[in-house]
């Protein structure tokens, strides 16, 4: 699993890139009460709001990690978008192919992302 600073986690499966929020993320939002997810079949740039997220404490969105198109949603969350407090890593938003692989070469391993977060 990859990192980025805006506590997304990206896993790269034979080239589809699954993302998600950190479980650090996760607390610091508070109870996730609303998501909404991308459209399949959208192509994004990296640094493009992707996902909205509401919680009881603010509203937050996810930023495309990579240049890529949506190729799968994690519907389980509009209807149950408290998956997400129960496990961060498990409750992933979407599924993209990327045509930036090499830039997740860049981006934080766990040990990295643990030094992160303890800063």
Do not use: C
Request: glycine share 8%.
């Amino acid at each position: 699993m990859k990192y980025t600073e805006d506590h997304e986690w990206l896993e790269d499966t034979d080239g589809v890139v699954t993302v998600g929020i950190t479980g650090h993320a996760a607390t610091q939002l508070g109870d996730v009460v609303f998501v909404e997810l991308p459209d399949v079949g959208r192509t994004v740039t990296k640094g493009e709001e992707i996902v909205v997220i509401e919680s009881v404490k603010a509203a937050s969105d996810i930023l495309a990690p990579l240049d890529g198109e949506i190729v799968e949603v994690n519907e389980a969350l509009s209807d149950n978008p408290g998956l997400v407090n129960e496990d961060a890593e498990a409750a992933w938003f979407f599924r993209m192919t990327t045509t930036t692989p090499e830039e997740m070469g860049d981006m934080m391993d766990e040990d990295a992302y643990a030094e992160f977060v303890a800063d």
